[in-house]
């Protein structure tokens, strides 16, 4: 009977223990956690305008990553920050509700209302649903995001073949008679790398990424524009690569070290 009681003490201290384990003291909250998400859109979808007759390796795949932290204010609000480089973009209009065909909840972040947003099921720390351009023609691109993620490429700190930093001029739509030139000005802080390019028409901003050995990958997302790069790092200095705006137009872009004229 001693043993028995013995046991049975041990069990229920054990039990205790594994417990308190489990116990958070974090504050309470209704919806999806709170902290960093990391978001990923799969541009490579539908129907693409190309601009580009070669190919490339391109070893992202299409997807663009961002990362975004849910904040919340009180147990039952919350807002989003989308972190965009070393801005954050603040998104506050967000609805719930109930997907009748899949029975799972649903989450709608209006990034611009009736115009920008991502609608979709979660559960526990994931969402999956689509990115939809509403002034767009059946203009969706899916995306899932994962919480307590908040790397953007990878995780992995490969020794960039070379540093970048520095003006780049850069030649897009390469295989076009009359390629269209732009300037773009990177900086490399161990494998992390940031950067701005500029066309005659356009200014790529808040460009954020990372150089692993002998590629570089930059992307930049703010709940309207969705900006992929990718470049090989040729032996030569240059750069090669391929340029994505949203899942409506991809091409192929070329850079050489800028004079210090």
């Given at each position: 009977m001693m043993r028995f009681r013995k046991s049975c003490l041990f069990l229920i201290g054990l039990i205790a223990l594994f417990s308190s384990q489990c116990i958070t003291t974090g504050e309470p909250f209704s919806g999806i956690p709170p902290g960093i998400w990391r978001g990923v859109l799969y541009l490579d979808q539908g129907s693409v305008r190309s601009t580009a007759t070669g190919?490339?390796?391109?070893?992202?795949?299409?997807?663009?990553?961002?990362?975004?932290?849910?904040?919340?204010?009180?147990?039952?609000?919350?807002?989003?920050?989308?972190?965009?480089?070393?801005?954050?973009?603040?998104?506050?209009?967000?609805?719930?509700?109930?997907?009748?065909?899949?029975?799972?909840?649903?989450?709608k972040v209006n990034f611009v209302p009736g115009l920008s947003y991502v609608?979709?099921?979660?559960?526990?720390?994931?969402?999956?649903?689509?990115?939809?351009?509403?002034?767009?023609?059946?203009?969706?691109?899916?995306?899932?995001?994962?919480?307590?993620?908040?790397?953007?490429?990878?995780?992995?700190?490969?020794?960039?073949?070379?540093?970048?930093?520095g003006r780049?001029?850069?030649?897009?739509?390469?295989?076009?008679?009359?390629?269209?030139?732009?300037?773009a000005e990177f900086s490399l802080d161990g494998n992390q790398l940031s950067g701005t390019v500029k066309t005659p028409t356009e200014v790529y901003r808040h460009l954020t990424g990372t150089v692993q050995d002998d590629r570089l990958y930059l992307s930049s997302f703010d709940g309207v524009q969705a900006l992929l790069l990718e470049a090989k790092i040729i032996e030569d200095g240059t750069l090669s690569g391929i340029f994505r705006n949203g899942s409506h137009e991809k091409t192929y872009w070329a850079a050489k070290r800028a004079s210090e004229d």
């Open positions: 190919s490339f390796d391109e070893r992202s795949k299409a997807e663009l990553p961002f990362n975004f932290e849910v904040v919340y204010d009180r147990p039952d609000s919350f807002h989003i920050e989308i972190i965009d480089g070393s801005r954050r973009v603040t998104v506050q209009n967000i609805q719930f509700g109930l997907d009748r065909e899949t029975g799972k909840d649903s989450i609608r979709g099921n979660y559960e526990e720390d994931a969402i999956e649903g689509n990115w939809i351009l509403a002034d767009r023609e059946d203009y969706k691109i899916p995306f899932k995001a994962v919480h307590s993620r908040d790397y953007l490429f990878t995780e992995l700190q490969r020794e960039p073949a070379l540093d970048v930093s780049w001029e850069v030649r897009l739509s390469v295989e076009s008679a009359v390629p269209d030139t732009a300037i």
